[in-house]
């Protein structure tokens, strides 16, 4: 943060969950505006920057939705903190505008009365005002206003000139403004809420002129959406158009971003003006480093565009409402649904797209389980074991083995991950119940397409920023590890058998040799810890098979030779549940950010992979297959 | 008032009311909320804080596939969904009872 924007007035904006305060903000600030987390917690930061039509700069900052100050969840506290002026990082508001929904104002109106305890200047701001009009709600805006005491305006976030009685507002407010200490504020307790919610009841009867309609759109809506049999196979049908979308429609974009990085790979390899040390480290090291974390945009790209739709949409709600008893038994939260089938597609966008659970905990829990659900890296890793150790035939005359042996790997993934839900839950956490599920169902709104571009334009932004220091680091290890010290003069073998990866390999030979595993095996792992499918082009390196076409097919033909059945089924189960992506493991260390919940992650996985690969290699040797 | 006992008679808990269910408020009782993860004093105020209140008009409008839960509540304007474990301290007077 610079010095001009520590000095403008700060305007905070609070309101109630889906009350178009994100809509509100992006109307006000366009794009001078950035998203960043607050110091040592997982909530996005949304600050802006805008000018009054007095020629006033502001600071506003939009803050994460609650109901009440007395904060739940992290996201709450943060409000509740600068809204107090106690958020050490953040300078106090000066102004606190209240935003409220124009025609679902009940609970709005009840944190006006609670925020006005707080003893700092606040305005109510109702907002979408056309949609309340439109359905019969007229609110005499003046009456409430005395009613309330505070002062009150209209806003239309999303129609240009819809903000202009708010910012007036907004500037007679400050130019009059004493800085004002707050109040000491309490919790409220059961007898306070109840009420101050009566009398909210009684100041919005008293000011509302006209009953106004039920949301029949919404609710002819929800008579298909929710309906416990079409709402469920609706949901998964949209979710199959979202999976299909990341998986499919990103495919061309992230082929055609490691095309590019590969050839400016060959480029720099073939710049002979370098020294041979530097040519490595550029194309090994840092393009590859970079390539492998910007490869995933796309995708990152296209799950938070239907993210953010579906959010704005009003439909997320819903979605939670028709997964919760599902989700529940396995201990996950009903909105833990959507990150954990985008983990399919790669665990990364997967892990990002969790900020949609408001509970740290069940977050937390997804998190930690996201890295099972079976990626698309790992995917030619089981293709290559699979085609050269599991002969290509068919059971009970039309279920291929081959199929039959990758479905079996999901499903393990799958298992997996709701069994290390289950535990966690009480492990970690030491309760039977769970937060109790409690949500209010907003009624349908078309998304603005301006403010969904904001939204993707600003995920974007934070995930280049963020992993890509942290995964560019982890790069560049590896490459140290795979490239140091170099081969002796007159070497036989390939470089990387004489690199401290292949020490590393060797050394760890007793530890994963009840595995079936050999050297060659641990050192392709550690390569591929930039990325699973690394491993498959590290095998055929070390094996020294010559790359180009069908290397694949003879990395194969070679295994096939060296290894046994026993083996490549328990690298199979080790790829189930290793923690072998150090992508994923910065993002986890970025979204929860610390270490801690990164090394549980890393630790749990390997403990889970090993215990999986002996169990299968020993089971395998036992019947026969070593 | 003659219709207090028909109101008594007619109070159920939320919590075991069938889709279609249209009534009111009549009290928050904590003690029927069982097994909810919660404090009772903190049930009582996210409910308060999600417009709970006593007198105010509610309908169950919708469940889910399994069990009947979670149940979509309309309480006023907003709707609002939650479990039927929670719901059972909600207790409501069917709208046909009602004076």
Same mark, same amino acid.
């Given at each position: 943060?610079?010095?001009?924007?520590?000095?403008?007035?700060?305007?905070?904006? &609070?309101?109630?969950?889906? =009350?178009?305060?994100?809509?509100?903000?992006?109307?006000?600030?366009?794009?001078?505006?950035?998203?960043?987390?607050?110091?040592?917690?997982?909530?996005?930061?949304?600050?802006?920057?805008?000018?009054?039509?007095?020629?006033?700069?502001?600071?506003?900052?939009?803050?994460?939705?609650?109901?009440?100050?007395?904060?739940?969840?992290?996201?709450?506290?943060?409000?509740?903190?600068?809204?107090?002026?106690?958020?050490?990082?953040?300078?106090?508001?000066?102004?606190?505008? =209240?935003?409220?929904?124009?025609?679902?104002?009940?609970?709005?109106?009840?944190?006006?009365?609670?925020? +006005?305890?707080?003893?700092?200047?606040?305005?109510?701001?109702?907002?979408?005002?056309?949609?309340?009009?439109?359905?019969?709600?007229?609110?005499?805006?003046?009456?409430?206003?005395?009613?309330?005491?505070?002062?009150? &305006?209209?806003?239309?976030? &999303?129609?240009?000139?819809? $903000? @202009?009685?708010?910012?007036?507002?907004?500037?007679?407010?400050?130019?009059?403004?004493?800085?004002?200490?707050?109040?000491?504020?309490?919790?409220?307790?059961?007898?306070?809420?109840?009420?101050?919610?009566?009398?909210?009841?009684?100041?919005?009867?008293?000011?509302?002129?006209?009953?106004?309609?039920? @949301?029949?759109?919404?609710?002819?809506?929800? !008579?298909?959406?929710?309906?416990?049999?079409?709402?469920?196979?609706?949901?998964?049908?949209?979710?199959?158009?979202?999976?299909?979308?990341?998986f499919? /429609?990103?495919?061309?974009?992230?082929?055609?971003?490691?095309?590019?990085?590969?050839?400016?790979?060959?480029?720099?390899?073939?710049?002979?003006?370098?020294?041979?040390?530097?040519?490595?480290?550029?194309?090994?090291?840092?393009?590859?480093?970079?390539?492998?974390?910007?490869?995933?945009?796309?995708?990152?790209?296209?799950?938070?565009?239907?993210?953010?739709?579906?959010?704005?949409?009003?439909?997320?709600?819903?979605?939670?409402?028709?997964?919760?008893?599902?989700?529940?038994?396995?201990?996950?939260?009903?909105?833990?649904?959507?990150?954990?089938?985008?983990?399919f597609? =790669?665990?990364?966008?997967?892990?990002?797209? $969790?900020?949609?659970?408001?509970?740290?905990?069940?977050?937390? $829990? $997804?998190?930690?389980?996201?890295?099972l659900m079976t990626c698309s890296a790992r995917i030619p890793v089981y293709t290559l074991i699979i085609s050269a150790f599991i002969p290509d035939r068919e059971l009970w005359g039309y279920v291929g083995l081959q199929g039959l042996v990758m479905f079996g790997l999901y499903a393990t993934g799958i298992v997996g991950a709701?069994?290390?839900?289950?535990?966690? +839950?009480?492990?970690? /956490?030491?309760?039977?119940?769970?937060?109790?599920?409690?949500?209010?169902?907003?009624?349908?709104?078309?998304?603005?397409?301006?403010?969904?571009?904001?939204?993707? /334009?600003?995920?974007?932004?934070?995930?280049?920023?963020?992993?890509?220091?942290?995964?560019?680091?982890?790069?560049?290890?590896?490459?140290?590890?795979?490239?140091?010290?170099?081969?002796?003069?007159?070497?036989?073998?390939?470089?990387?058998?004489?690199?401290?990866?292949?020490?590393?390999?060797? !050394?760890?030979?007793?530890?994963t040799a009840p595995l079936g595993f050999n050297w060659q095996i641990n050192v392709a792992l550690?390569?591929g810890?930039?990325a699973r499918e690394v491993a498959v082009g590290a095998l055929g390196t070390i094996y020294a098979i010559d790359g180009g076409d069908g290397a694949a097919a003879k990395i194969g033909q070679v295994l096939a030779g060296q290894w046994t059945l026993a083996t490549a089924l328990a690298l199979l189960a080790w790829y189930v549940f290793a923690?072998q =992506?150090?992508?994923?493991?910065? &993002?986890?260390?970025?979204?929860?950010?610390? /270490? +801690?919940?990164?090394?549980?992650?890393?630790?749990?996985?390997?403990?889970l992979a090993y215990v999986a690969a002996l169990a299968t290699f020993q089971i395998a040797r036992a019947l026969g297959a070593g | 008032?003659?219709?207090?006992?028909? *109101?008594?008679?007619?109070?159920?808990?939320?919590?075991?009311?069938?889709?279609?269910?249209?009534?009111?408020? #009549?009290?928050?009782?904590?003690?029927?909320?069982?097994?909810?993860?919660? %404090?009772?004093?903190?049930?009582?105020?996210?409910?308060?804080?999600?417009?709970? #209140?006593?007198?105010?008009? #509610?309908?169950?409008?919708?469940?889910?596939?399994?069990?009947?839960? %979670?149940?979509?509540?309309? #309480?006023?304007?907003?709707?609002?969904?939650?479990?039927?474990?929670?719901?059972?301290?909600?207790?409501?007077?069917?709208?046909?009872? *009602?004076?």
């Open positions: 943060m610079n010095a001009g924007l520590e000095l403008a007035p700060v305007v905070a904006l &609070v309101g109630n969950p889906n =009350c178009g305060k994100t809509a509100l903000f992006n109307a006000l600030t366009g794009s001078r505006q950035k998203v960043a987390n607050y110091p040592g917690v997982t909530v996005e930061k949304k600050t802006g920057r805008l000018t009054t039509p007095a020629g006033r700069a502001l600071t506003v900052v939009d803050l994460p939705g609650t109901y009440s100050l007395r904060a739940r969840s992290p996201d709450e506290e943060i409000t509740r903190d600068v809204v107090l002026g106690k958020a050490e990082s953040e300078q106090a508001p000066d102004l606190v505008v =209240c935003v409220g929904d124009a025609s679902n104002l009940r609970l709005a109106l009840r944190l006006v009365l609670e925020l +006005k305890h707080v003893g700092r200047p606040v305005m109510l701001v109702l907002n979408m005002m056309d949609i309340a009009r439109r359905r019969g709600i007229e609110i005499d805006m003046a009456k409430l206003g005395g009613e309330l005491g505070v002062p009150v &305006v209209s806003s239309v976030a &999303v129609r240009r000139g819809g $903000t @202009d009685q708010l910012l007036g507002e907004i500037d007679r407010a400050l130019a009059g403004l004493p800085k004002t200490a707050p109040a000491d504020w309490r919790p409220p307790g059961a007898g306070e809420l109840r009420g101050a919610q009566r009398e909210a009841d009684r100041i919005l009867r008293s000011a509302l002129r006209g009953t106004g309609r039920p @949301d029949s759109g919404t609710n002819r809506a929800d !008579a298909i959406l929710l309906h416990p049999v079409a709402g469920l196979v609706i949901l998964l049908a949209i979710l199959f158009v979202m999976f299909q979308a990341v499919a /429609w990103a495919r061309p974009l992230m082929d055609a971003i490691s095309e590019g990085f590969t050839w400016l790979g060959a480029m720099v390899g073939e710049a002979a003006f370098l020294p041979e040390l530097l040519r490595s480290f550029l194309k090994d090291g840092v393009i590859a480093g970079v390539g492998s974390v910007i490869v995933f945009l796309p995708q990152i790209v296209i799950l938070f565009f239907f993210i953010l739709v579906l959010e704005d949409l009003g439909y997320m709600a819903r979605a939670a409402f028709l997964m919760d008893k599902i989700m529940g038994g396995a201990g996950l939260h009903g909105r833990a649904f959507i990150p954990l089938l985008s983990s597609a =790669c665990a990364i966008p997967g892990i990002m797209a $969790t900020r949609v659970i408001d509970d740290r905990r069940d977050r937390l $829990t $997804t998190i930690l389980v996201a890295p709701l069994a290390v839900s289950f535990v966690a +839950k009480r492990l970690f /956490w030491r309760t039977n119940a769970g937060e109790p599920f409690m949500l209010e169902m907003p009624g349908y709104k078309i998304p603005q397409l301006r403010s969904l571009a904001l939204g993707v /334009w600003a995920r974007a932004l934070a995930f280049l920023k963020r992993a890509g220091t942290t995964i560019l680091s982890m790069m560049i290890l590896i490459w140290v590890l795979a490239s140091f010290p170099g081969a002796p003069e007159g070497a036989t073998e390939p470089a990387i058998t004489y690199s401290l990866a292949a020490m590393i390999g060797h !050394a760890i030979e007793p530890i550690i390569p810890m930039a923690p =992506c150090a992508s994923t493991l910065a &993002v986890i260390r970025r979204e929860t950010g610390g /270490w +801690k919940w990164m090394w549980t992650t890393f630790g749990y996985m390997l403990a | 008032m003659p219709d207090t006992s028909a *109101l008594i008679l007619a109070t159920l808990a939320l919590g075991e009311a069938a889709v279609g269910f249209r009534g009111r408020i #009549v009290a928050l009782d904590m003690s029927r909320a069982h097994a909810t993860g919660l %404090p009772r004093s903190e049930l009582e105020r996210r409910l308060l804080e999600l417009g709970f #209140v006593e007198g105010a008009d #509610v309908e169950l409008l919708h469940q889910g596939l399994f069990g009947g839960d %979670p149940i979509a509540v309309r #309480v006023a304007d907003a709707t609002i969904a939650l479990r039927r474990r929670e719901a059972m301290a909600i207790m409501v007077a069917g709208e046909e009872a *009602l004076p």
